[in-house]
């Protein structure tokens, strides 16, 4: 018996001590952390990415002398050879190709987000935590940066006189066809996704690089977190509803779920707003993602859906009567994609991205459905040819198709299919000057039309701390699938121009840019039967971005502004005129405090939008008359009841504006000739939110401040 128990102890032993833990530290040449760089064992599938501290820690079971690669793009990659036993608290340093740390980076038309991005204007934290952004709505953040018009009718990003169709939204670098929560018409809407999933997130007003394709005026392209740090729950009781969600780590593997739901029942009880509620807004979502780690790349696979209804009883013109209307929206999205390096000098990325969205209208007793399905697959080659130059390219496919129901007569179903390739250079001929040169390529079945689209962008950097940029190109869009009847449309398009001009420190940051976009080919439509692309037109105007976090002691601040002047003949506008979403004057000013004594974190927010067109078909003038002004000073607070259990308060339009967003009118005058109108105005004059928030992690530390 002995014996047996001293083989078994034996045996325990050497599993358990078999596996050596290596664990160390990735710096460069400034002893500055080195973030996502891969650590591995040569040869081995044992290996980590670095965190945000620039440490990595893997078990290996391999022995005796062994070599320990660190790899990351734009950095030399360095070997080490060692006895795996020495492999403990290793604290190893990389040299970039070239001095990056220095040289001259692209900005113009693009703001970023997240620490590790050297043209980050605002941190992860900063997005979620900005009053008047909806408890983590990344979409309201973003829209206090310049080149967006509010439009609190919408929610949607509306750019630089573009509609919201215009900007198009990746994830990942993969398509996703309806980012939006579905509303009933006049109500704003917001993101789908919640914005913890998010490591940092680049918005291009324009001049976007040839990756991408489909629109006209923007991008929103969203990068989820690549692998949590360390085991963690969440969980979420709000005003509005609940929500909870988990993360687990298995050594190379890790999966985070989340399950939220909403009801506006309980709310709209206690503060009732402009609207009857028949059925309150009630909506369940759910998310989960997993990752699995590679020596030398990650794969990662998300899934997310919603299920949603809404009955409204509110005033309809063409009825002139109250009447019932209902939206009940089911959707999914599924996106997996696998980025890693071949060898030093060649990275890949592949991916793919599915979603199905159905949507129920009701309209008093009038029922229609619309079932809209997509599908996004992309493969992204990156060749290093020198530490100065590298060549990007690829193919892509997008797949659409639309179903729709009006009572019981269903339209024609409409498929499309489109088929894209690019190849992009980046060449940096010193620290001061660095140009960009892309070609995009796009072919659609259902138009059976090509377009070319040739894009440049440079950057030259006048001093230490600033440089200015150009870009120009040529950008564009399928027309909108239910006006495609046949081939005889093309693709919309517009060509731009954007002059940028940047400072940037760590504590400071201010950035103003020029832009100029002509509008070509514009869809034009006097009917249902006389479609054309005869529209077009212009937008022009001037960016301002200034940030500080030096001048006061635990407050930073950030102010934007916007001058626009665009104008349009499109859709069944009959002559050239500014669109209603076109406000010449737009303002957005941030400001955050930290009150250590109170363990509070307070931000208030200003947005100030200028009157907008909107068309009084009673007049004989077209698009002449104008909204009031918008006016909206929002305020949160966050409170640290204890390191991880946070009390959060969010009080939006505090002070009562009566934002206006002009009238609908009836499709058809009435007796006497003119046409019924209706006031568009904000569901409530204020909202309130408050929410409590309850982290249990690993370190004890971890909380959903940078969520809220």
Do not use: C
């Not at 009933?184 to 690089?209: D, E, H, I, Q, Y």
């Not at 269903?410 to 000057?433: D, H, M, R």
């Not at 040169?437 to 006048?462: F, H, M």
């Not at 002047?565 to 955050?592: C, F, M, R």
């Amino acid at each position: 018996m002995k014996k047996i128990l001293f083989l078994f102890l034996l045996m325990s032993n050497t599993l358990l001590f078999g596996q050596i833990n290596v664990t160390g530290t990735v710096l460069d040449l400034k002893s500055k952390a080195v973030i996502g760089a891969s650590v591995y064992i040569e040869n081995t599938y044992d290996g980590d990415f670095t965190d945000e501290e620039g440490k990595f820690n893997f078990s290996t079971d391999e022995t005796g002398k062994q070599v320990i690669v660190v790899s990351y793009i734009s950095y030399k990659t360095k070997k080490i050879s060692l006895d795996v036993n020495d492999m403990h608290n290793l604290t190893i340093k990389i040299k970039q190709e070239v001095n990056e740390l220095n040289a001259v980076t692209i900005t113009a038309g693009t703001f970023e987000t997240g620490e590790n991005s050297k043209t980050a204007v605002l941190d992860p934290i900063e997005v979620v935590t900005t009053a008047g952004a909806e408890a983590g709505d990344i979409n309201s953040a973003i829209k206090t940066l310049p080149g967006i018009q509010t439009v609190g009718e919408d929610g949607r990003l509306f750019v630089r006189g573009g509609d919201a169709s215009e900007t198009k939204v990746f994830i990942d670098g993969m398509r996703v066809f309806k980012p939006y929560l579905t509303n009933n018409a006049n109500m704003p809407t917001r993101s789908r996704f919640s914005s913890f999933l998010f490591k940092g997130v680049a918005f291009s007003s324009g001049g976007f690089s040839a990756e991408y394709g489909d629109a006209l005026s923007g991008v929103l392209s969203m990068n989820t977190i690549d692998f949590p740090k360390q085991n963690q729950t969440d969980i979420s009781l709000m005003s509005l509803g609940l929500g909870i969600g988990k993360t687990k780590i298995l050594k190379n593997d890790a999966i985070s779920l989340s399950l939220g739901y909403i009801d506006l029942g309980p709310y709209k009880s206690i503060f009732p707003d402009n609207f009857n509620w028949v059925k309150p807004y009630r909506g369940l979502s759910g998310e989960s993602v997993y990752r699995h780690k590679y020596s030398s790349g990650m794969l990662k696979f998300y899934a997310g859906g919603t299920i949603s209804d809404a009955i409204i009883n509110r005033y309809n013109v063409d009825y002139d009567k109250n009447v019932d209307s209902q939206v009940k929206n089911n959707n999914v999205y599924v996106n997996t994609t696998y980025r890693g390096s071949i060898n030093d000098h060649l990275a890949t990325f592949a991916g793919a991205s599915f979603s199905y969205d159905k949507s129920l209208f009701g309209l008093d007793k009038i029922k229609s459905k619309i079932e809209h399905m997509g599908m996004h697959a992309k493969v992204k080659l990156t060749h290093i040819i020198s530490d100065k130059t590298n060549i990007s390219y690829g193919p892509e496919v997008l797949v659409e198709n639309l179903k729709s129901k009006l009572e019981e007569i269903s339209s024609p179903e409409i498929n499309s299919k489109t088929f894209a390739g690019y190849v992009e250079g980046k060449i940096l001929f010193s620290e001061k000057f660095v140009t960009k040169i892309g070609l995009r390529a796009e072919y659609s079945q259902l138009l059976d039309k090509w377009n070319v689209a040739p894009r440049i962008s440079l950057a030259y950097k006048t001093g230490k701390n600033s440089q200015i940029s150009l870009a120009t190109g040529k950008y564009f869009q399928l027309p909108d699938m239910n006006l495609i009847s046949d081939n005889l449309l093309i693709f919309e398009n517009t060509d731009q121009i954007i002059l940028n001009y940047s400072y940037k420190t760590r504590k400071r940051i201010l950035r103003t840019e020029l832009y100029y976009k002509k509008y070509n080919d514009l869809i034009r439509y006097d009917s249902p039967q006389i479609i054309n692309n005869t529209g077009y037109g212009y937008a022009r105007g001037f960016d301002v971005f200034w940030k500080d976090k030096k001048s006061f002691k635990y407050l930073e601040y950030w102010v934007s502004y916007s001058l626009l002047d665009a104008k349009k003949i499109y859709k069944n506008y009959p002559e050239i005129v500014s669109p209603g979403s076109a406000s010449k004057h737009n303002l957005s000013i941030v400001a955050k405090y930290w009150i250590n004594s109170l363990r509070s974190y307070p931000g208030i927010t200003y947005n100030y939008g200028s009157p907008r067109p909107y068309n009084n078909p009673n007049s004989s003038n077209f698009m002449s008359e104008k909204t009031k002004s918008y006016n909206n000073l929002s305020l949160t607070w966050s409170y640290l009841i204890s390191q991880q259990k946070i009390l959060f308060f969010s009080f939006s339009n505090i002070l009562g504006y009566k934002n206006e967003y002009g009238y609908e009118y009836s499709a058809n005058p009435d007796n006497t000739g003119k046409y019924r109108r209706n006031l568009i105005t904000p569901p409530s004059t204020r909202s309130f939110f408050i929410g409590f928030f309850w982290t249990i992690s690993d370190d004890n530390k971890a909380n959903q401040i940078d969520r809220l």
